[in-house]
Nanobody, 122 residues
Framework: QVQLVESGGGSVQEGGSLRLSCAAS????????TAWFRQAPGKGRQFIAA????????EYADSVKGRFTISRDNASKTVYLQMNSLKPEDTAVYYC???????????????WGRGTQVTVSS
């Protein structure tokens, strides 16, 4: 079992920054990659970024490349999403998820946090 808890969301002005955290627990977590997704009102869940646990390899959605950075602290089992140059279209609930790479980037993991709201105003 893996438990995930997101934090760090909030309301910011366009161009601002936020850092989200995903704190994980569970014996099997150290074998998993972690991904961030978001879901805006009335829209489907969108992949944002993912990172492998061991090598720290990353992948990003085109819409956030150059603005968002995913990183992890293995000791504390925490994955971060640094979000810079935020835009109103980044407004969504942000979720983290964990599983082996091909499953987590496809959004098919069974392990999800409850999400944290990010609101960007113009």
């Amino acid at each position: 079992q893996v438990q995930l808890v997101e934090s760090g969301g909030g309301s910011v002005q366009e161009g601002g920054s936020l850092r989200l955290s995903c704190a994980a627990s569970g014996r099997t977590y150290s074998r998993y990659s972690t991904a961030w997704f978001r879901q805006a009102p009335g829209k489907g869940r969108q992949f944002i970024a993912a990172i492998t646990w061991s090598e720290g390899n990353t992948e990003y959605a085109d819409s956030v490349k150059g603005r968002f950075t995913i990183s992890r602290d293995n000791a504390s089992k925490t994955v971060y999403l640094q979000m810079n140059s935020l835009k109103p279209e980044d407004t969504a609930v942000y979720y983290c998820s964990a599983e082996i790479w091909r499953i987590v980037v496809a959004g098919r993991s069974s392990y999800w946090g409850r999400g944290t709201q990010v609101t960007v105003s113009s």
